[in-house]
């Protein structure tokens, strides 16, 4: 597949969406999932010194205090809203806050998860698709849907048999707005100023889950279908 420039605007939030070659699965336990959460978490940052992978190699002592330095002395190039991480794809509602955020953000997190997955399963080539896809929000509405959707994924895929699964899905972003499983890269005031309580946001999460299974209203707003 042939790169496209996609230009992302400062300020601007953006559905982002890409899948593995082939649809074949690349998170093939919690090590590989917990991978690339960690990933996440370091490449939000501008003007990195080290790559992930040194970085990960570090005694935890070391690490801690980069972190800790990274929190308080850097910048994020991206605000994580909302993702997902599913068996062979990858959802993020992303707010680029740096210029090109966005696109050096996804540079780094495939690029290196790719390093990671092609060594631990004895494998060359490319992990992604050549291109992710993307989708500005324009409203309010939009914002809230694709969030809805997003959560949603795990359901509407059949990942989870039932919504009793949803908040106990450990790789994405929901259990951050119920307060179940809460990751430091997740900027949830946005989406979360709009609902009084986590109940409300759970009722409005929830209360179309069956509709979107069907993928009927929705379709024109999602990233991955064929």
Partial sequence: MPYRFVPFATDQTYHIFNRSVARQPIFLNSKYYGRMLDTINYYRFDTLRLRFSHYHRLPPKQKYTFMQELESSHVNIVDVLAFCLMPNHVHFLLRQTAENGISGFMRNIQNSYAKYFNTKTKRSGAVFQAMFKSVRMESEEQLLHVSRYIHLNPFTSFVIKDMSGLEEYAWSSYGSYTKNQVYPFVTTDLIQSHFSSIEEL?????????????LAEIKHLTLDNP
């Fill in 202 to 214: 759970q009722s409005f999460t929830t209360n179309q889950a069956d509709y979107q299974r069907a």
